[in-house]
């Protein structure tokens, strides 16, 4: 597989881990994803990547209904990394090396994440799993992604969900929505498009990152987009 990038970040949602349902680990999924990645990883691709964690705890949804903003934020950052581990074992299988690493320090469940280390797995082939979002309360898991996309010089953030790009609207709310092939991030924040959240948004923006979303429940997306072909909605400067 002659690849386009050379080192990519692939944000997973903490859903689609979930499988249909959304909700827990779905063994389907995280095997198919974990043959995609392991596919381009030995490929010569250079991967991270970091999950979301809502298929067990989604700190926002959780306030009003008895749980603290900042503490409802860490328990969604220890979701991210049951997530990762669970990913971590099937892409393992797959017979490439994956590590994961945590925002805060968690040994020995895993290991805290330095730049250089992440980027060392990557550079002998293996896979990095960068859990525990940022770290800190009030910044989701897209922000995560952008933070650590630009710091280990990522060639784009891969966001992988469950439609196959950026719509108008919302295409499983509004059926009218069409899709955009490419847009520039400017276009994205004049139209008010939920590429990702704000900050997250801001951050690619303002370091010049890349982000393609796409449908990674679609099978061989990941490679097909890997191979050039236009797959989701490209943003970009």
């Known amino acids: 597989m002659a690849t386009q990038y050379k080192r990519v970040l692939l944000k997973l949602s903490g859903e689609s881990l979930g499988g249909p349902q959304g909700k827990g680990l779905d063994t389907a999924s995280l095997q198919a994803y974990a043959e995609e990645i392991a596919a381009a990883a ?3 691709l250079q991967i991270a990547i970091v999950n ?3 298929n067990i705890f989604r700190g926002l949804q959780g306030v009003g209904k008895g749980f603290d903003r900042v503490d409802g934020d860490k328990m969604g950052m220890l979701a991210t990394v049951i997530n990762s581990l669970a990913l971590m074992m099937f892409i ?3 017979g490439v090396e994956a590590q994961v690493f945590t925002a805060t320090p968690m040994e020995p469940v895993a290991k805290y994440y330095m730049r250089d280390d992440a980027v060392a797995v990557m550079e002998r082939g293996g896979v ?3 859990s525990g979002g940022t770290g800190n309360p009030f910044f989701t898991t897209d922000s995560g992604a ?3 996309a630009l710091e280990i010089g990522a060639d784009a953030l891969l966001k992988g969900t469950r439609v196959d790009g950026v719509y108008t ?4 709310k509004d059926p009218t929505a069409t899709k955009y092939d ?3 991030f400017d276009e ?3 139209k008010h498009l939920k590429v990702m959240d704000q900050t997250a948004f801001a951050l690619c923006s303002d370091g010049d990152m890349p982000i393609i979303v796409f449908d990674m429940n679609e099978k061989g997306n990941l490679t097909r987009l890997l191979n050039g072909e236009k797959v989701g909605t490209l943003v970009h400067l």
């Not at 609207?169 to 499983?172: G, I, K, R």
């Open 52 to 54: 979301g964690g809502g």
């Open 92 to 94: 393992k299988e797959q």
């Open 188 to 190: 994205a924040m004049e």
């Open 182 to 184: 490419e847009l520039t």
């Open 146 to 148: 952008a933070l650590r």
């Open 169 to 172: 609207a919302d295409p499983e």
């Open 42 to 44: 030995k490929a010569g």
């Open 128 to 130: 990095a799993l960068i």
